[in-house]
Structure formats: C-alpha cells, structure tokens
C-alpha cells in the first residue's frame, strides 16, 4: 500500500493497494477479518463500520469456503483491497461452483419454520455493504462489495 | 488458547450456555453439538449467555434459527442474555432483535423463563 491513503477522488485504482490469497480454510477467516479491520481503520472508517465490514467478508469468504469449493480446503481465494478517498471495494476471485444468489427478500419467520441454519450471510453482506454483485467470467466467481464512508 | 469457548450449566431449571470469544464458521460446529447435546437431554428452556461472545457471524446465528423452532414447539424457548452492544447489532443486522427474546442479564433471563409454566 505505498499509494497515500486519500486522494479527492471516488474512482477506485484499476489495480488492487493491497491483495492476498488464502487456502479455502475456515481456520483462516480470523486472519482475514482482523486484516480487513485494520486496512479499514487505516483508511479512516470508524471502528464501528470497520468492524462491519469485515464482518462482511467473513460471510463472504465463508460462503466461497462452503459453497463454491464444498469444504475442500486446498483451494484458493484471492482477496484485493481497492481504496480511494470515498470508500473501500474489496474483491474476491475464486474458482469452484459459481455463487447462487438469490435476490428473493430473506424471511426470517419461514426460514426457522423450515430449520434452516444458512442463508443469512448474503442478507448480512447487504445490510451492511453499499453494493454487493457476483459474476463468473470464464470460469473464474467474482465478488465485489463497496463500502462507501459516510459524509461527516 | 482456542479462540471460541463454550461451557454449560443448569441454572434454575434453565439450561445455560456460555459463550466466549470468537465464533465463525470454524468454531460454530462445537456451539452445535453442545445445543444439541442440551435439547436430546429434554432441555427446552434454554439461554445463551454471551457476556463473552465478542464476535459471531451468521454461521452462530444460524445455528440458533435452526433447533428455535424444535424447542418452542415442545414449550420452551432459546433466549439471549448479557450481549455486548456490538454482537447485539449483529443479531440485528439480520432482524433476529426482533424474534428472538433478547434480556439484559442472566438472572431476568431466569425469572423470566420461570414465570412461564412449561406446557405440559
């Protein structure tokens, strides 16, 4: 991250200030979260919203974990961290199952009718995130989520 | 030290879960087997202590959304207690504030639960 942390722009740089892949393990997403809290804070998000963010990524790398690579634990998930002086993109690529995201409004009441135990990250990632968008460019899942600072 | 811990005990009748530390996807299935091993004892009266949860993602959210019916459906109820002002916003990101029974500390959790006569 040698570019200066703000600029008097919204446009995010074409290339990531900072990226780093994981194994898909569950026992890595503390390190993931307690990284994206501290690139959050440095960029001058409040600890609150830092704390959500990562929060969001958590859910999002959990879902990539379980979802699209079913738990093997040998495969990769690459995170980049995009900054300008509005807010944060962070991306995630990763190969596997593409995601199945539904836009159907998540009903909480069905949901412990049915027993269900999954299904709240998706809603987690966009109560809490500006923008949350998935696509699969030959073969290869993007995630992408923005969170943009808010005006003081 | 594990990053998530749990532990449980019965405290008047109720069936209390301790949770502490940092609970993700990696941690969540040891809270699962710890309620379930609670419920197949035919506890249904049930609260979640989480004085020293400082973290939860949905995975221990989820958990909860998953046995709430089986235990209200035999009288009981899974409640929450004791939540630090950030894991409660978590379980209100997601709505659950408003359909789960969240009390401020165990001992109102307690009478609480006691003041309703379980079905027969």
Redesign the interface.
Same mark, same amino acid.
């Given at each position: 991250m040698s570019r200066p942390p703000l600029k008097n722009s919204t446009e995010f740089p074409p290339k990531p200030d900072f990226s780093i892949t994981i194994l898909s393990q !569950?026992?890595l /997403?503390?390190m993931v979260?307690e990284l994206t809290r501290h690139i959050a804070t440095l960029f001058q998000f409040s600890v609150?919203d830092a704390?959500?963010i990562s #929060?969001a990524i958590?859910?999002a790398v !959990?879902n990539v974990?379980?979802h699209s690579y079913g738990n093997e634990t040998d495969r990769q998930i690459t995170i980049e961290f995009f900054l300008a002086a509005g807010g944060m993109r962070i991306r995630l690529r990763y190969r596997g199952l593409p995601p199945d995201i539904s836009d159907e409004e998540?009903n909480?009441?069905r +949901?412990?009718?049915n027993?269900?135990?999954?299904? /709240?990250?998706v809603? #987690?990632m966009k !109560?809490?995130m500006d923008s949350v968008t998935y696509k699969t460019i030959d073969g290869e899942n993007c995630c992408e989520m923005i969170k943009w600072q808010k005006v003081k | 030290m594990k990053?998530f811990q749990i532990r449980s005990k019965m405290v008047g009748g109720v069936a209390v879960l301790y949770l502490k530390g940092?609970l993700?996807?990696?941690q969540v299935g040891r809270f699962e087997k710890e309620l379930i091993r609670v419920i197949r004892d035919n506890n249904f009266n049930i609260l979640i202590n989480g004085q020293e949860l400082n973290?939860i !993602?949905?995975?221990g959210?989820?958990?909860i +959304?998953?046995?709430?019916?089986?235990v209200r459906e035999k009288g009981g109820d899974i409640k929450l207690c004791s939540l630090s002002d950030?894991v409660h916003e978590?379980f209100d990101?997601?709505?659950?504030t408003e359909?789960y029974d969240f009390v401020p500390n165990e001992q109102a959790a307690i009478e609480k639960f006691n003041r309703i006569p379980p079905k027969a």
């Open positions: !569950t026992q /997403l503390k979260v609150s704390q959500k #929060l958590d859910e !959990t974990i379980k998540v909480i009441s +949901m412990i009718k027993k269900r135990k999954g299904g /709240l990250g809603k #987690l !109560t809490i | 990053s940092h993700d996807a990696h973290y !993602t949905s995975a959210m989820g958990i +959304m998953g046995y709430i019916d089986e950030r978590t990101l997601v709505g659950f359909i």
